[in-house]
């Protein structure tokens, strides 16, 4: 029976067997030691042996997010789930991926129903289901009703649905994905709570203190600008 958090057997198995079924939970034990460079080639060694290991490119997903490169993530998951589509955990960090890089409300929600024909009362699917929703009953009622609308009255309109627009929404975001890059992604859609969850994170990964500090400052001025708005 081989010790899954042997770090020193599993080095020995890949060292015999480059495409040893154990290469991603070594690659694992490298990603939460913080030791990304080692991980990442554990795991690239070890696909070019075994092209279909579907959990040796969910953590290629987790190291790309690591090294701030949220599209090479979505690349690695989406073959995840199309190798393995009962790779919820996997499907749910696509969804979350998805969201934040602004991506087709119809795609992420083709992966949401998905889900729902395992588990029909998933909480968090009927999140993201309202999510879909209330982005598609706003948008296009905002640009069928603007050209009908006299200077003055679009502007009053444009006040009133400011607020929510700009609404915060909430997606759940896993560790591995809390980077200076998320970071910026979230600031641009202005999901500024959000942001300050993704500093929190990397201070606890004790990432550049001075570019946190200043970070935070910054999302501090912008919601006390928006408050004002």
Known sequence: MI?????KSLENIFAQDFGSPYFPVLADLYLQEGDFRRAKTVCEVGLRHDSGNDFGKFIMAKVAL???KPA?????????VKDNPSNFSALRMLIRLEFILKRSPKTIQNYI??????IPNDVECQSWLQNIADISDKLPKEKKMAPKKTNDLVSGEVSETKPK?????????????ATFTMLQVLKSQKHYQQALAVLKMLEAKKMDV???SKER???QSLLLR????
Do not use: F, H, P
């Open 72 to 80: 090479v993530a979505e690349k690695w998951l989406k073959q995840v």
């Open 226 to 229: 928006e408050t004002k708005t």
């Open 66 to 68: 690591t090294e701030e």
């Open 165 to 177: 627009l700009i609404k915060e929404k909430y997606y759940n975001l896993e560790e591995s994905m």
């Open 3 to 7: 010790d899954i958090t042997d770090k």
């Open 217 to 219: 400052g910054e999302i």
């Open 210 to 212: 001075d570019r946190i």
């Open 113 to 118: 129903q998905y889900i729902l024909q395992y």
